[in-house]
């Protein structure tokens, strides 16, 4: 049985801030574009109500940060935390590299392959069809499941104590939607729909306890005052 108060572990997704792509809708992946004005503003807007001592986001209970390697994501956990520390970069959490579709919008990618005689009798999806000259959903998954991997060891050995034990990840918009269904264990093709905002914060957790329980924290109650 758990510790008096112990916790189960949980993992906080946090998408980066508003760029000049995510506002216009274009693809960004390996495009190393900063943080707009208002997408520091969003980040800042969350910390004030998610990040801190006895917020949703303790500092004294996160074991690990992990940050993808581009600088709006790092950028993000400046802003959120107040440090230039305190992270590790990951490569499993770049964006999905898009390859042929970097830069445009999702019509201008349909229009491009119909007009290569792809997809005629069904809507490109990047969940099952993936990106030309960029990664397919298989090598997206690859990636995550080996950052999981670790995540879930670590999360095994500490479980039931009161050691911290939350973990923090800062991404992007398709990767933390990818993340959370393979936590969940689903193929990216499974039609699991998901939005995640700018500088929103998502989590993930276990239920009962369990390692082999993973679970979407569909609501999230907020520390009590004390």
Known sequence: ????????????IIRHGQTEWSASGQYTG????????????????????????????????????????RKRAIRTWELLSGRTDGYEISESLAEWDYGEYEGIKTNE??????SRGLD????????????????????????IDSLLATIRKFHAAHMHDNEPKDIVIISHGHHTRAFAKRFLGYDLSFPL????????????????????????????????PK
């Open 120 to 143: 005629t009798d069904r809507k490109w999806d990047i969940w099952r069809d993936g990106c030309e000259g960029g990664e397919t959903p298989a090598q997206v998954t690859a990636r």
């Open 109 to 114: 990618i349909r229009e491009k392959r119909k």
């Open 30 to 69: 390996k495009t190393d574009i900063p943080l707009t004005a208002y997408g520091e503003k969003q980040v800042k807007a969350s910390a004030d109500f998610y990040y801190g001592p006895g917020r949703l986001i303790d500092p004294a209970k996160v074991a690990k940060v992990y940050v993808s390697p």
């Open 1 to 12: 049985m758990p510790g008096k108060d112990s916790s189960t572990p949980r993992i906080y």
């Open 193 to 224: 729909s998901m939005m995640i905002e700018p500088a929103g914060v998502g989590a993930l957790s276990y239920q009962h306890h369990e390692i082999d329980e993973p679970a979407l924290l569909l609501g999230i109650g907020l520390p009590l």
